[in-house]
């Protein structure tokens, strides 16, 4: 059965999902989530593109990554990223055979009939995920999520992250722009826990 065709476009902004073969926790040591970043950063060294978000789990991450006219197909960039980080998993741990579970996922929030809506919805959910799996009890403290990038405008990310340009629109200043993320923020984490009380 063949597959179907992605949409490589410039100017897109993608919610990419990969999980590791049979969903086995093969990213659990620290040191491999660290290689995921090493790749990352080897990636934005090869290819142009802008990465938004990103959190790396035990068994699968979530990246947004936005294209840019004259840069590299979103197919490129995944391939790359992946591939590079089957290569070095298996060189390093001796092991043999496929990494990852399957083609990875994409949505394009641009093609939505509100993408900043999905936008700032996705990327909670992306920047959260540690948080749902009980990981961590606020994203700011897991150490492979981007969530600081968008709170503190000096935050040294251990990988360049370029903030969407619908964050930037959110006020004029950093210090406007955080004060309505957090409005969001407050409103997902009541979604995700309703019965809890937040101070």
């Known amino acids: 059965m063949s597959r179907n065709c992605r949409t490589c476009l410039p100017g897109i902004t993608y919610h990419t999902m990969s999980r590791c073969i049979e969903t086995k926790p093969l990213m659990r040591q620290k040191t491999m989530k660290y290689l995921m970043i090493n790749i990352i950063q080897q990636a934005m060294e090869k290819y142009t593109f802008q990465l938004i978000a990103y959190t790396i789990m035990d068994n ?9 006219q004259g840069g590299e197909t979103i197919s490129r960039i995944m391939q790359f990223i992946k ?3 089957a290569r070095r998993f298996n060189q390093i741990t001796g092991r043999t055979g496929p990494f990852w579970n399957e083609r990875f996922k994409d949505t394009m929030i641009e093609f939505s009939s509100d993408p900043v809506k999905l936008f700032f919805f996705i990327l909670f959910y992306i920047l959260y995920n540690p948080v749902r799996s009980k990981v961590v009890k606020d994203p700011r403290l897991y150490a492979f999520g981007s969530i600081n990038a968008y709170l503190d405008e000096n935050y040294k990310s ?39 009380l937040f101070s």
């Open 158 to 196: 251990p990988v360049k992250i370029t903030l969407h340009p619908y964050f930037i629109s959110l006020g004029k200043t950093f210090k406007e722009r955080v004060g309505k993320f957090l409005e969001m923020e407050e409103m997902y984490r009541k979604r995700l826990f309703p019965d809890v």
């Open 83 to 85: 591939s590079q980080f």
């Open 60 to 68: 699968h991450f979530h990246f947004f990554i936005r294209t840019v």
